[in-house]
C-alpha cells in the first residue's frame, strides 16, 4: 500500500529508505560480522521508521542480530544513534527493550561511525490492523516504563514537553500554527470560526497542560514498536520499545495519549483505555484535548514542509496525522460541521 493523507492507514513498515549494506565502510562491516560470527548471509533492511541511516536484521547459519548504524557526516541520524546508545547504558534492565549487544564508536572512511548492535526480535509491528490484544501488551508495557524511567538519572531525562513546544529556542511554530493558518489545510475537514478559536486556545493551553516531571519515552508509535510472544502466557503477548534517543518530561498520561490517536482511528474504542488506564485516569479532560491540540498543531506545520529525498513519507505521515488528530478533538469537543 502506498500511503496518502488521505487514506485509512498508512503502511509503517514500509516508509523507510534505508542506507543498503554496501555501503558500510569496512571497519563496521568487520565489526558486525564479528559479532555475528561470520560474514552475513542474509540483510534484511528494517521498513519503518522514517530516517536514513543503515538499519537491518543480519543473519548467518542460525544466528542473527539487528545493527544500526549511521556516519558523523549524516549529521541528525548520528546525533540520534548516539544519544540511544547513551540512554540504553542507562535504562535499568527490567524494562521492555531488545537486548543491546554492544555499541560503539568507530573511525571509518575518514569519519566517526556510531553502531548498535540488538538481539533480533522475533516479532511483529503493531498497527497492521492495530487489535485490542496488541494494545493491551503495549498499555503493559508502557505501565512498566513509566515506572522505571522513573530511576533513571536526571541527565538522561531530556528536556520538558513544554520548552521542547513553547520555549524560547522551539522551532515548533504550535504556538501561532492556527493563528498563521487562519483556515485548516484541505486535508483537513474545515472548521468554524469559533471552533478555530477554540483550538488556539486549547494549544496554549498546552503551556499548562504538559508541565510535568514524568520521564517519557516521546516518540511511542507503531514503527518504534515490537510485539512478540510471551513465554509465560498464551493470550498476552509482549511489547517492546525501541528508539530511545528522544526522551523528555511531562505529564504521565502524554506517551499514552499520544499513541491512542492511531488505534482509535483503525476503529478501537479508545474512550474505556483513556479513562480506565492508570495512566490517564485521573488526567483533566481539557489537559488531554491540549495535548491533542499541540500535537495536531505541529503536524501541520511540519507536514507543510517540503518533501525529503531521504524520507519520502515524512510529510505524508504528518499530515495523515494531523487529520486523525483533529478529528479526535473534534469528537472530543462536540464540534458539528
Known amino acids: 500500500m502506498i500511503p496518502t493523507e488521505g487514506s485509512a492507514g498508512i503502511d509503517y513498515t514500509r516508509t523507510a529508505r534505508r542506507a543498503p549494506w554496501a555501503t558500510l565502510p569496512a571497519a563496521v562491516s568487520d565489526r558486525i560480522a564479528a559479532e555475528l560470527g561470520s560474514p552475513p548471509e542474509t540483510v534484511t533492511p528494517a521498513g519503518g521508521g522514517f ?13 542473527s542480530l539487528f545493527a544500526k548504524a549511521a556516519p558523523a557526516t ?20 527490567n524494562l521492555p527493550f531488545p537486548l543491546l549487544h554492544f555499541a560503539e564508536l568507530i573511525p571509518a572512511a575518514g569519519t566517526q561511525w ?6 533480533a526480535i522475533d516479532g511483529y509491528m503493531p498497527g497492521q490492523p ?5 494494545l ?21 531525562s531530556g528536556g520538558s514537553m513544554v520548552d521542547d513546544f513553547f520555549g524560547a529556542d522551539s522551532q515548533t511554530g504550535v504556538s501561532d500554527c492556527w493563528l498563521v493558518n487562519d483556515r485548516l489545510p484541505s486535508y483537513l475537514s474545515p472548521l468554524k470560526p469559533r471552533q478555530m478559536a477554540e483550538l488556539q486556545d486549547l494549544t496554549l493551553l498546552g503551556r499548562d497542560a504538559l508541565v510535568g ?24 503477548p509482549v511489547a517492546l520499545f525501541c528508539d530511545w534517543n528522544f526522551l523528555s518530561t511531562g505529564p504521565a498520561w502524554a506517551d499514552w495519549v499520544a499513541l491512542l490517536v492511531y488505534p482509535r482511528h483503525a476503529g478501537i474504542d479508545v474512550g474505556p483505555w483513556l479513562t480506565e488506564s492508570p495512566l490517564s485516569a485521573d488526567a483533566d479532560p481539557e489537559h488531554i484535548d491540549a495535548w491533542l491540540a499541540v500535537l495536531a498543531a505541529y503536524m501541520v506545520t511540519s ?5 525529503l529525498a531521504t524520507s519520502p513519507f515524512l510529510r505524508t505521515h504528518q499530515r495523515f496525522t494531523a487529520r486523525i488528530l483533529i478529528d479526535w478533538i473534534s469528537e472530543r469537543r462536540h464540534w458539528e460541521f
Request: with cysteine; hydrophobic share 40%.
Open 136 to 156: 493491551g501488551a503495549v498499555h503493559r508495557s508502557l505501565l512498566t516504563v513509566q515506572s522505571g524511567l522513573q530511576e533513571l538519572p536526571t541527565e538522561f
Open 130 to 134: 492495530w487489535t485490542a490484544t496488541d
Open 213 to 236: 516531571d514524568a520521564v517519557l519515552h516521546n516518540d511511542l508509535r507503531a514503527d518504534n514498536i515490537l510485539i512478540r510472544s510471551n513465554p509465560r502466557s498464551t493470550t498476552e
Open 74 to 93: 549524516n549529521h541528525p541520524i548520528f546525533a540520534a544513534y548516539v544519544r540511544e546508545a547513551e540512554v540504553l547504558a542507562a535504562l535499568p534492565a
Open 114 to 119: 556510531q553502531l548498535l548492535c540488538f538481539e
Open 303 to 307: 507536514g507543510s514542509q517540503p518533501d
Open 51 to 63: 530516517t536514513n541511516g543503515f538499519a537491518a536484521v543480519v543473519g548467518a547459519g542460525n544466528r
